[in-house]
């Protein structure tokens, strides 16, 4: 595409690149960072990525590629989303783990490692089911999948910046699991479940322009549990955050059942020709 004689795909092909060797510096960089400071990086490789995607690649001398009214590859983009946020899940697993190490594998620990990996396990079963199952279907039978498209990749970025906090309250229950629950602490074993409920939220709307009930349940109960977490240690608040997760894939796994949705998107606004 680069050395094309399209000119076209040739300078989106551009643009794309440029964006991407931006991304690439912080990706690259995290390699070798460690912890928070590689976590930090990849956030903001992922926010990079999607601002190019959102600003439709604007480039120095070339301006927007103006990608909007161009058909979609809807296979590919979901498996791009679906991509990133299986990193975001194996880097969640990988810090536990290295939170781990130093400690050996001391009975409280351990325990708070199971429910970390449990945590990541329930967002991986709400993410999937159904609407990241069917999301390519949606995006296709959209009338303008260029809307639905976007909505679904700031479904996964709230996602995303989900995952990436509910790791750091992964190292919080791991390093201290009968601690002191203080209000930062709540706020972050707490606000990462929120945060990808609220994307999954979004992802349900791309998907059936409706919102499942589980999910703002789901966040209330979050929300309602913030102010009373200092009464239990963080252990127990990660433990109480991920029956949480299991009482909404409980309850979206059985009303799937009983209530099964057809496809969806929302309408959007057909651009410009």
């Given at each position: 595409?680069?050395?094309?004689?399209?000119?076209?795909?040739?300078?989106?092909?551009?643009?794309?690149?440029?964006?991407?060797?931006?991304?690439?510096?912080?990706?690259?960089?995290?390699?070798?960072?460690?912890?928070?400071?590689?976590?930090?990086?990849?956030?903001?490789?992922?926010?990079?990525?999607?601002?190019?995607?959102?600003l439709?690649?604007?480039?120095p001398?070339?301006?927007?590629?103006?990608?909007?009214?161009?058909?979609?590859?809807?296979?590919?983009?979901?498996?791009?989303?679906?991509?990133?946020?299986?990193?975001?899940?194996?880097?969640?697993?990988?810090?536990?783990?290295?939170?781990?190490?130093?400690?050996?594998?001391?009975?409280?620990?351990?325990?708070?490692?199971?429910?970390?990996?449990?945590?990541?396990?329930?967002?991986w079963?709400?993410?999937?089911?159904?609407?990241g199952?069917?999301?390519?279907?949606?995006?296709?039978?959209?009338?303008?999948?260029?809307?639905?498209?976007?909505?679904?990749?700031?479904?996964?970025?709230?996602?995303?910046?989900g995952?990436?906090?509910?790791?750091?309250?992964?190292?919080?229950?791991?390093?201290?699991?009968?601690?002191?629950?203080?209000?930062?602490?709540?706020?972050?074993?707490?606000?990462?479940?929120?945060?990808?409920?609220?994307?999954?939220?979004?992802?349900?709307?791309?998907?059936?322009?409706?919102?499942?009930?589980?999910?703002?349940?789901?966040?209330?109960?979050?929300?309602?549990?913030?102010?009373?977490?200092?009464?239990?240690?963080?252990?127990?608040?990660?433990?109480?955050?991920?029956?949480?997760?299991?009482?909404?894939?409980?309850?979206?796994?059985?009303?799937?059942?009983?209530?099964p949705?057809?496809?969806?998107?929302?309408?959007?606004?057909?651009?410009?020709?």
């Amino acid at each position: 595409m680069l050395f094309g004689g399209n000119s076209y795909p040739r300078q989106v092909s551009v643009r794309i690149v440029f964006w991407s060797c931006l991304s690439a510096v912080p990706w690259l960089a995290g390699i070798f960072g460690g912890g928070e400071i590689r976590l930090a990086l990849w956030t903001l490789a992922v926010l990079i990525d999607y601002a190019g995607g959102l600003l439709d690649f604007p480039t120095p001398r070339l301006g927007r590629a103006g990608l909007r009214g161009q058909p979609i590859a809807e296979e590919h983009l979901t498996e791009r989303y679906r991509q990133v946020l299986i990193i975001a899940f194996g880097e969640s697993i990988l810090t536990s783990g290295v939170q781990l190490s130093p400690y050996g594998f001391e009975r409280e620990r351990m325990g708070a490692l199971v429910v970390a990996f449990v945590i990541t396990v329930l967002f991986w079963q709400i993410y999937y089911y159904r609407a990241g199952e069917i999301l390519p279907a949606a995006i296709a039978s959209s009338r303008v999948p260029a809307y639905v498209g976007d909505i679904a990749s700031y479904a996964h970025l709230v996602m995303v910046i989900g995952v990436a906090v509910s790791a750091v309250g992964d190292k919080l229950i791991i390093s201290q699991p009968f601690g002191v629950t203080e209000p930062s602490r709540a706020l972050v074993i707490l606000g990462g479940p929120a945060l990808f409920l609220l994307g999954r939220s979004m992802l349900d709307y791309a998907a059936f322009s409706r919102v499942s009930w589980s999910r703002p349940i789901g966040l209330v109960v979050l929300a309602a549990l913030t102010p009373v977490a200092h009464l239990l240690p963080p252990l127990l608040v990660a433990v109480v955050a991920a029956l949480v997760l299991a009482g909404v894939a409980i309850s979206n796994a059985i009303s799937w059942r009983l209530y099964p949705r057809a496809i969806a998107p929302p309408p959007g606004v057909p651009p410009e020709r």
